[in-house]
């Protein structure tokens, strides 16, 4: 489905830009600017809109061809900086921009016909000017605003009054040059601030490559609770290297070394204030979708338990469909609550939700139960979050 989803992205942003790129270096002509700037402004915008896409796959066709052990990344600092950065802020100011410009084309029709082509022809260059403007103002100061910004969101569950067992839930931190070893350390210690009896994460431990595994490792280490930390498997712990299975293998070894268990479809229990918490830690993810009836037999082995628990990476409709009814709580990641999340129109709207209606926060499945996905803490192909600020779930769980 990621494909598709690219694909789809690729041909909405090429129809856009040239819409936009063609709107804008019409209004600067328009208002007198020189051909050679507006040459420079089309070639520049082409550049900015296509240019990473092209250098992407290009690497990746490479890698292939010449059984390279990695894919090229550009997620490092200067690579985002030159590559990644640029793209990302004239995709959003572009797709930001199109429906805006769309509804000065036809207020340009109405002004023509009462006030003749020239008037209307300066007035649509001036009104498209203001709103790219605004967007390519807008769009850095809300980035810049919110960067580094991560929730500590509270939450009760459970049917009972005793003392509650506190679970932190975390996931896609996705360690990197942009959220290093310090400032995973960072985040950690606010989670054992809130002092959890229990880890538990979505997975997404490491972004891309092998550089970062031993230091993902060692910082997710620092982690203290009672009852230990305990993952699941993420897109990107697959990763690391072309050869999926040596990704993560490495990254288990490396988490098992600093006493973080990742755990593949399996059940573990655990007792508290004399009741029994059956969690399933389930692979479902896009590197590794486990099927429908295998689901069923796991999610079955919390038929006895007093509350039932699933940790997942992913968590979309169909497999909210599989669990609903039939366990008390779903924590899931992988969304980052959008990431990118652009203006259509007026609002901020969340694309993942192209890919699932479970985007961000608490949601309830039926009568018994309830499904929390976290936005995560790190960034994934751009290092930037735009209304999507980053979060830790902490669970106050009376079951």
């Known amino acids: 489905m990621w494909f598709a989803l690219v694909l789809t992205g690729l041909a909405a942003l090429t129809v856009s830009g040239l819409y936009v790129r063609r709107r804008l270096t019409g209004a600067l002509a328009t208002l007198g600017a020189p051909p050679r700037a507006i040459s420079v402004m089309r070639w520049a915008m082409a550049w900015l809109m296509w240019g990473f896409p092209l250098v992407l796959t290009i690497s990746i066709v490479l890698a292939i061809a010449l059984g390279w052990p990695t894919i090229p990344r550009y997620d490092g600092l200067w690579a985002s900086r030159l590559l990644g950065l640029p793209f990302i802020l004239t995709v959003l100011v572009v797709l930001q921009s199109v429906l805006w410009v769309l509804a000065i084309d036809v207020a340009y029709l109405v002004v023509r016909a009462r006030r003749g082509a020239a008037a209307a022809i300066r007035a649509r260059g001036i009104a498209?000017?203001?709103?790219?403007?605004?967007?390519?103002?807008?769009?850095?100061?809300?980035?810049?605003?919110?960067?580094?910004?991560?929730?500590?969101?509270?939450?009760?569950?459970?049917?009972?009054?005793?003392?509650?067992?506190?679970?932190?839930?975390?996931?896609?931190?996705?360690?990197?040059?942009?959220?290093?070893?310090?400032?995973?350390?960072?985040?950690?210690?606010?989670?054992n601030a809130e002092r959890p009896d229990l880890v538990l994460?979505?997975?997404?431990?490491?972004?891309?490559?092998?550089?970062?595994?031993?230091s993902a490792a060692a910082a997710a280490g620092t982690l203290a609770s009672r009852l230990g930390t305990f993952s699941v498997h993420g897109d990107h712990e697959?990763?690391?290297?072309?050869?999926?299975?040596?990704?993560?293998?490495?990254?288990?070894?490396?988490?098992?070394?600093?006493?973080?268990?990742?755990?593949?479809?399996?059940?573990?229990?655990f007792d508290h204030d004399g009741k029994r918490i059956g969690v399933l830690f389930?692979?479902?993810?896009?590197?590794?979708?486990?099927?429908?009836?295998?689901?069923?037999?796991?999610?079955?082995?919390?038929?006895?338990?007093?509350?039932?628990?699933?940790?997942?990476?992913?968590?979309?409709?169909?497999?909210?469909?599989?669990?609903?009814?039939?366990?008390?709580?779903?924590?899931?990641?992988?969304?980052?609550?959008?990431?990118?999340?652009?203006?259509?129109?007026?609002?901020?709207?969340?694309l993942a939700r192209l890919e699932t209606p479970f985007v961000d926060g608490r949601y309830a499945l039926g009568a018994r139960t309830t499904a929390i996905v976290t936005s995560g803490i790190g960034y994934s192909v751009v290092p930037i979050r735009y209304a999507a600020p980053g979060s830790i779930e902490i669970i106050d769980l009376t079951p």
């Open 282 to 350: 389930l692979n479902y993810n896009y590197i590794v979708r486990t099927d429908h009836a295998r689901i069923e037999a796991l999610v079955a082995q919390l038929a006895k338990a007093d509350y039932a628990i699933v940790v997942t990476h992913q968590f979309d409709a169909k497999l909210a469909a599989a669990v609903e009814g039939k366990v008390d709580l779903v924590l899931a990641g992988h969304t980052h609550g959008g990431q990118v999340n652009p203006v259509v129109g007026v609002c901020h709207v969340a």
């Open 201 to 214: 994460s979505g997975g997404d431990w490491i972004n891309t490559g092998p550089d970062y595994i031993e």
């Open 128 to 191: 498209v000017l203001a709103v790219v403007g605004a967007f390519a103002l807008y769009t850095p100061i809300r980035i810049v605003a919110e960067r580094g910004v991560v929730r500590l969101r509270h939450h009760q569950v459970g049917r009972g009054s005793g003392a509650p067992l506190r679970i932190a839930f975390l996931a896609d931190v996705q360690q990197d040059v942009f959220t290093d070893g310090d400032r995973a350390r960072e985040i950690y210690a606010r989670v």
């Open 238 to 269: 697959h990763f690391a290297y072309r050869d999926r299975t040596r990704s993560v293998d490495e990254v288990v070894r490396a988490m098992q070394a600093h006493h973080v268990a990742m755990l593949d479809n399996e059940v573990r229990w």
